[in-house]
């Protein structure tokens, strides 16, 4: 199947090195700037400047498509134009990451080398669970949650929609965390966190 990859940085290369391990042919790059139209990385070109042209390109070719952008407010709305257009959004989940038969993971997500998700968990839609992070038992990661490298996350946490939390970040079980908030590099979660804050430490509180 095609996939066309919104987002030509270091962020879609890793993307596409996952999705080619998983079986994807990846046809090309989109990205928002014109100067980078014909450049690109891994042997794969932006051969779309732009969200219009993006969608008439995979459209046409009958492309899956997924969004390799970090800035979860970014990553959501331009999923959900392509998504409005007819695009579906494709699930990329690299071939040595580990998913419970008994967990589900929302389209648009990608699920990068040696993640681990264990049963009774739910993965929201356009989420990032990068390279070699673990998420236990029921838990629940609303839309659009990032996980960075090495997140470990104790059972029946719940991340709500946009967090972000940063390489690292350890999370104790029975745990709720906010939407729209940022946890910080290798912070301890050791309690709930509110919506809308940056947290840091040990244990992670909100910064002042």
Known sequence: MGLLVVGAGGHGAVVVDAARASGWEVVGFADGREEARGTGRLGVHVVAVGEDEGIALALAGGHHVVVAIGAPRVRGRIADRYAAAGVPLATVVHPTAWISPASTVGEGTVVFAGCIVQ????????????????????????????????????????????????????????????????????????????????????????RP
Do not use: F, K, Y
Request: with cysteine.
């Open 119 to 206: 049963a009774g968990t739910r993965v929201g839609r356009s989420c990032i669970l990068n390279t070699g992070c673990t998420v236990d038992h029921d838990t629940v990661l609303e839309d659009l949650v990032h996980l960075s490298p090495g997140v470990h996350m104790g059972g029946t946490v719940h991340v709500g929609e946009g967090t972000h939390l940063g390489v690292g970040v350890s999370v104790r079980n029975n745990v709720r965390i906010g939407s729209w908030s940022v946890v910080g590099v290798g912070a301890a979660v050791v309690s709930d966190l509110p919506d809308d804050v940056v947290c840091i430490g040990v244990p992670a509180r909100p």
